[in-house]
Nanobody, 124 residues
Framework: VQLQASGGGLVQAGGSLRLSCIMS????????VTWLRQAPGKEREFVAS????????SYTDSVDGRFTISGDNAKNTVFLQMTSLTPEDTAVYYC??????????????????WGQGTQVTVSS
């Protein structure tokens, strides 16, 4: 299974972007798909996750209310709609998936599949 992240770019503060994470195999049904990000000089951090079956979501506090994670089963794609962006959101954004329910749900390392990352830059 391959994950392909896209949708990053340069946006002004207050703007919006929508990231996409396409999972290559239509029969792939992960336990959860997660967006993480890593800013320059900082550690990778959890951003948001969605359970593929049931659709329950979780967000880190700094994006709650501004970002929305969603899934499209027909397209095998997970989206991250980002609004009210600030320069602090500048980072490389990664999508990752777990096949089963294990580990820290807000962890940054324990994933079975990773996308290649997409750069989000927010100018002030």
């Amino acid at each position: 299974v391959q994950l392909q992240a896209s949708g990053g770019g340069l946006v002004q503060a207050g703007g919006s972007l929508r990231l996409s994470c396409i999972m290559s195999e239509r029969t792939f049904s992960p336990y959860a798909v997660t967006w993480l990000r890593q800013a320059p000089g900082k550690e990778r951090e959890f951003v948001a996750s969605i359970r593929w079956r049931g659709g329950s979501t979780s967000y880190t506090d700094s994006v709650d209310g501004r970002f929305t994670i969603s899934g499209d089963n027909a397209k095998n794609t997970v989206f991250l709609q980002m609004t009210s962006l600030t320069p602090e959101d500048t980072a490389v954004y990664y999508c990752a998936a777990r096949r089963y329910n294990y580990g820290n749900p807000y962890g940054t390392q324990e994933y079975d599949y990773w996308g290649q990352g997409t750069q989000v830059t927010v100018s002030s």
